[in-house]
């Protein structure tokens, strides 16, 4: 059996997968500017940055004023973005 049908085959009837991350496998596919998590310290600090990967958790607090924050996980970890307010009206959050 291939990886990636290993991969199909767990989420199918597990829902869950101990093998490489989902996200490894699209990796390639990914535009180059998309951050991995591990690589988050590099960043400078206040930049604005493109991550990608599972949404594992997703909090749009009443006191948040509009933000929405979300933690991503992807091959190498979790990562958190907060979205803005305008943001996530253009994209129909």
């Known amino acids: ?4 049908e290993r991969l199909t085959s767990d989420f199918e009837t ?23 998590s591990i ?12 991550i990608g990967g599972q949404v594992i958790c ?3 607090p009443g ?4 933000f929405v924050f ?3 996980e992807d091959e190498t ?3 958190n973005a907060i979205v803005t307010l305008n943001y996530s009206k253009n ?3």
Do not use: C, F
Not at 14 to 36: E, K
Not at 63 to 66: E, M, N, P, S, V
């Open 1 to 4: 059996m291939e990886p990636i």
């Open 77 to 79: 970890g979790i990562s």
């Open 63 to 66: 006191t948040a004023k509009g």
């Open 14 to 36: 597990m829902r869950l997968t101990v093998g490489p991350h989902p996200v490894g496998y699209l990796r390639s596919m990914l535009l180059n500017d998309i951050w991995r």
């Open 58 to 60: 997703r909090q749009r």
């Open 39 to 50: 690589d988050l310290p590099q960043a400078s600090n206040g930049s604005r940055i493109r």
């Open 70 to 72: 979300i933690s991503l």
């Open 91 to 93: 994209i129909g959050s």
